[in-house]
Antibody, heavy 115, light 116 residues
Framework: QVQLVQSGAEVKKPGSSVKVSCKASGGTFSSYAISWVRQAPGQGLEWMGGIIPIFGTANYAQKFQGRVTITTDESTSTAYMELSSLRSEDTAVYYC????????WGQGTLVTVSS | QPVLTQPPSASASLGASVTLTCTLSSGYSNYKVDWYQQRPGKGPRFVMRVGTGGIVGSKGDGIPDRFSVLGSGLNRYLTIKNIQEEDESDYHCGADHGSGSNFAWVFGGGTKLTVL
């Protein structure tokens, strides 16, 4: 049973950056895609980008190009998402998800951007 | 990339059946789609994957037999029979449209299911 455990809630100032982690256990980490998906209050799911750890190169949604960086550490089965130049519209719950034959989601991390 | 379209809302009475629809944009009729359930205040949960031949792989952990899928043309359907109170959720569909080492995902807008 795959489990994805994310880091805790963050409160950030506009213009700063946030880095969220996602630690996987119970499955194969390197061969399956890890994505980051966000959900603003009352809104739908929005894919930000993804990476297949064994290949190592992340692919980003055009909307977030230049502002988001997704990395993985295979030694600890952990994925990271860093979002820079934060603005109030980035306030959302951020999820990591691993997809392959099935799909597993982390519990979500609330990022609040407020001055 | 494909666009996935879902009606924003649906409703059904307790014990009845409901079918939710996710429509792929033209040219993507061979795409598989995942269905996700999101209960109020919770994260998404994988229900199952569907192609034109029906379910692909297995249902998600703990998904009851009341849930089934069908695929036809550009439409991917999720049917819930004998609806229970705990089925009241947002249902999202998503599709992988990446290739090779690049993974890319797109979601529909979600359907809010109300149990009457």
């Amino acid at each position: 049973q795959v489990q994805l455990v994310q880091s805790g809630a963050e409160v950030k100032k506009p213009g700063s950056s946030v880095k969220v982690s996602c630690k996987a256990s119970g499955g194969t980490f390197s061969s399956y895609a890890i994505s980051w998906v966000r959900q603003a209050p009352g809104q739908g799911l929005e894919w930000m980008g993804g990476i297949i750890p064994i290949f190592g190169t992340a692919n980003y949604a055009q909307k977030f190009q230049g502002r988001v960086t997704i990395t993985t550490d295979e030694s600890t089965s952990t994925a990271y998402m860093e979002l820079s130049s934060l603005r109030s519209e980035d306030t959302a719950v951020y999820y990591c998800a691993q997809t392959g034959d099935s799909a597993y989601w982390g519990q979500g991390t609330l990022v609040t951007v407020s001055s | 990339q494909p666009v996935l379209t879902q009606p924003p809302s649906a409703s059904a009475s307790l014990g009845a059946s409901v079918t939710l629809t996710c429509t792929l944009s033209s040219g993507y009729s061979n795409y598989k789609v995942d269905w996700y359930q999101q209960r109020p205040g919770k994260g998404p949960r994988f229900v199952m994957r569907v192609g034109t031949g029906g379910i692909v792989g297995s249902k998600g952990d703990g998904i009851p037999d009341r849930f089934s899928v069908l695929g036809s043309g550009l439409n991917r359907y999720l049917t819930i029979k004998n609806i229970q109170e705990e089925d009241e959720s947002d249902y999202h569909c998503g599709a992988d449209h990446g290739s090779g080492s690049n993974f890319a995902w797109v979601f529909g807008g979600g359907t809010k299911l109300t149990v009457l």
